[in-house]
Nanobody, 116 residues
């Protein structure tokens, strides 16, 4: 197990911003990649953004230009900066780490609600 602890979720108005954090219990450079997923009520969990150990990033089309994934290796923390939030971004956001054996580890999730 690799405990991952997400934080930073909350209620925000449309057009607002939030920054999610995912703190890992060990050196994130030991992982093949880190990623953020989200799951809205009644929908499947979907990839939002990912970042590899070499800092290659990937984004879902729905968040390109609005969300930015980054990491601080010294703090073993991955971030998701979310700008220009829309009501359809409302979901539980999960952090995932994947090791080189392709084993996945998940955090407990943090709720993001975009509403006026």
């Amino acid at each position: 197990q690799v405990p991952l602890v997400e934080s930073g979720g909350g209620l925000v108005q449309p057009g607002g911003s939030l920054r999610l954090s995912c703190a890992a219990s060990r050196n994130i450079l030991s992982f093949r990649l880190m990623a953020w997923y989200r799951q809205a009520p009644g929908k499947q969990r979907e990839l939002v953004a990912s970042i590899t150990t070499g800092d290659t990033t990937n984004y879902a089309d729905s968040v390109k230009g609005r969300f930015t994934i980054s990491k601080d290796n010294a703090k073993n923390t991955v971030y998701l900066q979310m700008n220009s939030l829309k009501p359809e971004d409302t979901a539980v956001y999960y952090c995932k780490s994947q090791n080189w054996a392709r084993d996945d580890y998940w955090g407990q999730g943090t709720q993001v609600t975009v509403s006026s």
